[in-house]
């Protein structure tokens, strides 16, 4: 029943940005955490980013630090992730991904700081993000 669906991905300049957005649906508590992972072909998936729905705190990886903010719209159950000052590195799918539904703070924050897909349950398609010249 948790479904989550990424959209916003596409081709931009190097330096350009994009916004990612994930719509989620089939939960409804406020404690769960919602991670930003990537994959590029013939790489391990890694984290990006992660928000925690009980009280809002954002994580990062040290590659989207400065660069990226996560934020979310409570009312469109939505996360976003806003991406500026794209690199060719940066190109991947993006997925995002809930973990930790109904677990406490302690568990939410273990969630986000090791950001490690094997912690978060459900996930979404994916959209692909390419920054080229």
């Known amino acids: 029943q948790v479904q989550l669906v990424e959209s916003g991905g596409g081709l931009v300049q190097p330096g350009g940005s994009l916004r990612l957005s994930c719509a989620a649906s089939g939960f409804t508590s406020d404690y769960y955490a919602i991670g930003w992972f990537r994959q590029a072909p013939g790489k391990e998936r890694e984290g990006v980013s992660c928000?925690?729905?009980?009280?809002?705190?954002?994580y990062y990886a040290d590659s989207a630090k400065g660069r990226f903010t996560i934020s979310r719209n409570n009312a469109k159950n939505t996360v976003y992730l806003q991406m500026k000052s794209l690199k060719p590195e940066d190109t991947a799918v993006y997925y995002c991904?809930?973990?930790?539904?109904?677990?406490?703070?302690?568990?939410?924050?273990?969630?986000?700081?090791?950001?490690?897909?094997?912690?978060?349950?459900?996930w979404g398609q994916g959209t692909q993000v390419t920054v080229s010249s």
């Open positions: 991904a809930v973990g930790g539904i109904d677990q406490g703070p302690r568990e939410l924050h273990r969630l986000c700081t090791l950001l490690r897909e094997d912690l978060f349950e459900h």
């Open positions: 928000i925690r729905g009980d009280d809002g705190s954002t």
